[in-house]
């Protein structure tokens, strides 16, 4: 996959993620070796090669079929772990505005909260 560090306009791209069976596939065969060295392609688990993207758009790999899928526990940990990120992100948009309103009821509280 293209590093983020590399190239950021693909940050958040779904085409720019492949989830690797373990460490030492993402270590040892997506980075080979060194995880400081940027990636430009796909791991191929079968052949143990990348195959480079060059200047082309990530693309993601061919999906394979997991041998222990995941039980609904994990999908419900998931689920709720994007919904405190999404609440989270809801917050913080929230804030702003309120920072906003609190400037522009100074002038208010200056005259006692009374209007004009």
Known sequence: M??????????GNPENIQFLKNSS??????HGGDTQCPTNGYYDHRTGRMHD????DPQAPQT??????????????VRNEEQRRQAARQAQAEEKPQENDRAMDEPERRRGGRSR
């Open 2 to 11: 293209k590093s983020v560090k590399a190239y950021p306009e693909h940050a």
């Open 64 to 77: 394979m079929t997991l041998s222990e899928p995941m039980t609904q526990l994990q999908k419900d940990i």
């Open 53 to 56: 993207f060059g200047n082309r």
């Open 25 to 30: 596939e993402h270590k040892r065969g997506a």
